[in-house]
């Protein structure tokens, strides 16, 4: 037997807005032909007044213990992952710890920005296996509209609002076929950290600032490091690509994951993908996938799954898990 942390629960939140590419198109220069074919985004939800990523999250939050059958009073430990938080500070994490009357449990917040799920699932599971909490709640939750500068058409375009969450459960299992995590990856390379960002900060400029991207080289880098991260948490596991049931990638762009999809010779009916009706949600793109596609039935316990991301910084990472 060995201790894992198993997921147990999951939910997502979007805000009640969804803006169509035709809406955008109506205040941008930009039209839904041009947004599809370079993007496959379709659709996404911007936050309106009263909707803050703290609320998703909660929202969020709430459906994975519903789904997981569990009260709040029952988590220990609480990773938020997100670029927007509510303030500056207290960790927004703190808030949703208040909202669910867990009151003395660990909270903290975690930024790697698209890849922050992947680096909070991490630390999460490093946690549980440790012994220092027996339940968590991993968040990604995002209002990365509050970033956006509508004059940029080629960003502005690209982005949307929303949280995913998980419950995660430390239990023993059976080494070869129990559920849990298996293997997580993860890397950073502050050296491109000039072709993803937002040029505004409290110790800098003393501003919000808008979110900034050079398209191509964001791309290159993309496939290449998602490719190669994928194929090491395969190694690290000792799992034969041809054994994962699904590829849960981040989803910032079409074109990103076919081609990732296609360096890894995977199928693309064993994706999931929801960029279409989401855009890029940072930190919340990968646990909202993967809502999706658990809640639809495409993801049963049992199946071997890999998620992946990559965001401004460079970071990104990599987890198996059989659910």
Not at 154 to 161: I, P, R, S
Not at 214 to 232: I, K, M, Q, S, Y
Not at 264 to 274: E, F, K, N, Q, S
Not at 284 to 301: N, T
């Amino acid at each position: 037997m060995t201790r894992r942390s198993v997921l147990v629960g999951t939910g997502s939140a979007l805000p009640k807005r969804c803006v169509t590419n035709a809406e955008l198109a109506q205040t941008v220069d930009t039209s839904d032909e041009w947004i599809v074919a370079r993007t496959g985004i379709r659709s996404r939800y911007f936050a309106g007044d009263g909707e803050t990523t703290g609320s998703l999250a909660i929202e969020a939050a709430n459906n994975a213990l519903e789904a997981a059958g569990i009260a709040g009073t029952d988590i220990d430990l609480i990773v938020l992952a997100t670029t927007t938080p509510d303030l500056t500070f207290p960790a927004t994490a703190t808030k949703v710890q208040a909202a669910l009357g867990c009151n003395g449990c660990i909270a903290f917040d975690v930024q790697a920005v698209c890849s922050g799920f992947l680096y909070a699932l991490g630390v999460a599971d490093s946690m549980l296996s440790t012994g220092m909490a027996s339940r968590a709640l991993v968040i990604g939750a995002e209002t990365m509209s509050r970033l956006l500068d509508f004059e940029d058409r080629t960003t502005c375009v690209l982005f949307g609002d929303g949280a995913g969450a998980v419950v995660l459960e430390a239990q023993d299992v059976d080494e070869a076929t129990g559920r849990g995590i298996l293997a997580t990856k993860l890397h950073a390379d502050g050296a491109h950290n000039d072709l993803l960002f937002v040029d505004g900060g409290a110790s800098s400029t003393g501003t919000i600032g808008k979110l900034r991207m050079l398209g191509n080289p964001v791309f290159r880098h993309a496939v290449t490091n998602l490719a190669d991260v994928l194929r090491e948490v395969l190694e690290i596991a000792d799992v034969e690509s041809s054994r994962i049931d699904w590829v849960v990638p981040h989803q910032a762009n079409s074109r990103i994951i076919e081609g990732t999809a296609k360096k890894l010779g995977l199928a693309m009916d064993r994706v999931i993908m929801t960029v279409d009706q989401h855009a890029n949600t940072s930190a919340a793109s990968v646990p909202l996938a993967l809502d999706l596609a658990v809640r639809d039935g495409r993801i049963k316990p049992g199946q071997l799954i890999v998620l992946e991301a990559m965001g401004g910084g460079f970071t990104w990472g990599a987890s198996l898990l059989r659910v």
